[in-house]
């Protein structure tokens, strides 16, 4: 018997730079609205750090725990 299984690793994702979509792609959990919150938020603070993402309406302490290893800050 062969079982498959199917995982799909995605690169961590830079919030000052990327799209909406981008953002939305390689955040689990995370979709289109909160995407485009967080890139719009990003966009006029510049984020640093994973902390600065509270400040997005809808990204809470569980939903940053569940993103933070994906996010990226800086190049």
């Known amino acids: 018997m062969l079982v498959f299984s199917h995982f799909v690793y995605a690169s961590p994702v830079n919030v000052?730079?990327?799209s909406g979509?981008?953002?939305a792609q390689a955040l689990?959990?995370?979709?289109?609205?909160?995407a485009q919150r967080i890139v719009e938020y990003c966009q006029k603070?510049?984020?640093k750090q994973p902390e600065d993402l509270l400040s997005v309406k809808g990204i809470g302490v569980k939903t940053l725990e569940k993103i933070r290893e994906d996010?990226?800050?800086e190049d």
């Open 28 to 34: 689990n959990g995370i979709g289109s609205v909160k």
């Open 45 to 47: 603070v510049q984020c």
């Open 21 to 23: 979509e981008e953002v």
């Open 71 to 73: 996010l990226r800050f």
């Open 16 to 18: 000052n730079t990327s």
